[in-house]
Antibody, heavy 115, light 109 residues
């Protein structure tokens, strides 16, 4: 059974940092590109970042470019999102998602940026 | 900039057909995907590659795409279909971008 389990969400002050993790199981993790997708409270879905299976290609949405870094450790079947210089507008539930069809989503981890 | 546009809300009576539209200039070049999200839950894929239905998704869900318009159709909507629906596509013309529509709240009553 495919499972994606996010962790690491917390309450953090503006300007702070946080590292999210996503533990994958039930499939050959290294063979799949992965996304981070977020959803602000009461709002729609927003794509955040993309990473290929071998980490050869990495992309970000414009609003997080230069502040967020996506990475993965295929030996540990884990995906990460390092978030620096956090802003109030980064407050959201963050989901890790399996590509190419976005067919499996984690349950999400909540990041709240507030003073 | 690339955008996907959906109506904010659609209402149908149980057993009627619900149609949710998604428009975007780059849709002719990329597949469209549709997701269902119920309150407090993660999104669920209901249509991929314009028209394909994942295993476990009821046959009443179908998708189509022509030109700049994609459509999700729920034939014989059920009360349990009440949810938010999002379309999704990609733009790889110059770099890699992924986009969700703003979402459509489907009310079945």
């Amino acid at each position: 059974e495919v499972q994606l389990v996010e962790s690491g969400g917390a309450l953090v002050q503006p300007g702070g940092s946080l590292r999210l993790s996503c533990a994958a199981s039930g499939f050959t993790f290294s063979s799949y590109s992965m996304d981070w997708v977020r959803q602000a409270p009461g709002k729609g879905l927003e794509w955040v970042s993309y990473i290929t299976g071998s980490s050869n290609f990495i992309y970000y949405t414009d609003s997080v470019q230069g502040r967020f870094t996506v990475s993965r450790d295929n030996a540990k079947n884990s995906l990460y999102l390092q978030m620096n210089n956090l802003r109030v507008e980064d407050t959201a539930m963050y989901f890790c998602v399996r590509l190419p069809d976005l067919d499996y989503w984690g349950q999400g981890t909540l990041v709240t940026v507030s003073s | 900039s690339y955008e996907l546009t959906q109506p904010p809300s659609v209402s149908v009576s149980p057993g009627q057909t619900a149609t949710i539209a998604c428009s975007g200039d780059a849709l002719p070049k990329s597949y469209v995907y549709w997701f269902q999200q119920k309150s407090g839950q993660a999104p669920v894929l209901v249509i991929f590659e314009d028209t394909k239905r994942p295993s476990g998704i009821p046959e009443r869900f179908s998708g189509s795409s022509s030109g700049t318009l994609a459509t999700l159709t729920i034939s014989g909507a059920q009360l349990e279909d009440e949810a938010d629906y999002y379309c999704y596509s990609t733009d790889r013309s110059t770099t890699h971008r992924e986009f969700f529509g703003g979402g459509t709240k489907l009310t079945v009553l």
